[in-house]
């Protein structure tokens, strides 16, 4: 699981981003000051750094140079709307991208994704069974043979993808639908489109082993027989 490193002084800002990133199947350090950071980046493997810019001992500008100078992993900063100068000084000193407050939550995960894609640290070629899906390319196989997914389909699978090892609840899933689809997708539509995805990517559909139901809960990405990525 990818670790990432959060440094936010804003206790309520800290915890909804947490939330977040767990939700999104990242594990997450947070840490309030600058030192706070800096200990916890020479202590613990990162991925990425999440920094705040104003923090109550310092900014975010040193933990980026010690971020880059320590282990040289994407860092994305979270600036006020508008703060041009923070912005521009934070890229001309290595950062890779920044997000306004407040952001979007699905927009931050994209960013996010995008970043440890660019850098090598987000593996973008899985497989589970006989399956596989190059999420660079948007191509799904089964058996060799290309599958052609509708893109709600496509969206669903990722975020099993993006949660493997975690129970996804139907509540998470219809937002995400809801989010890709631009329009309310209630709870028989979650039904079919699972059924469908099942249909196309299980070898047997009536004995799923790719997407799992957990009863009373959601959905688990399966690992009967382990889940690879390209770069392991």
Not at 85 to 91: A, F, N, Q, Y
Not at 135 to 140: F, K, N, P, R
Request: charged residues 25%.
């Amino acid at each position: 699981m990818l670790n990432i490193l959060l440094v936010e002084d804003d206790s309520d800002i800290a915890k909804n981003l947490t939330r977040l990133l767990r939700s999104e199947g990242f594990d997450v350090t947070h840490t309030i000051t600058q030192e706070e950071a800096i200990n916890a980046l020479y202590s613990s493997k990162f991925d990425l750094a999440l920094l705040d810019i104003s923090l109550p001992d310092g900014n975010g500008f040193t933990v980026c140079t010690a971020v880059k100078s320590h282990a040289d992993i994407p860092v994305i900063f979270l600036t006020a709307s508008g703060d041009e100068v923070s912005v521009v000084t934070g890229l001309n000193i290595g950062a890779d991208d920044y997000i306004t407050k407040p952001f979007r939550s699905m927009e931050l995960i994209a960013r996010i994704k995008n970043a440890l894609r660019k850098s090598g640290h987000s593996p973008s070629i899985f497989e589970i069974n006989s399956l596989v899906v190059d999420t660079a390319s948007g191509v799904v196989k089964k058996q060799g043979a290309e599958l052609f997914l509708s893109a709600l389909e496509y969206k669903l699978l990722l975020v099993f993808l993006n949660n493997q090892n975690i129970i996804v609840t139907r509540n998470k899933l219809l937002e995400e639908l809801w989010d890709a689809a631009g329009e309310f997708v209630n709870d028989n539509t979650l039904t079919v489109y699972i059924k469908r995805l099942r249909e196309k990517i299980e070898d047997d559909p009536a004995n799923p082993q790719i997407i799992l139901t957990v009863r009373g809960t959601g959905y688990k990405l399966g690992n009967r027989n382990g889940i690879k990525n390209a770069q392991e």
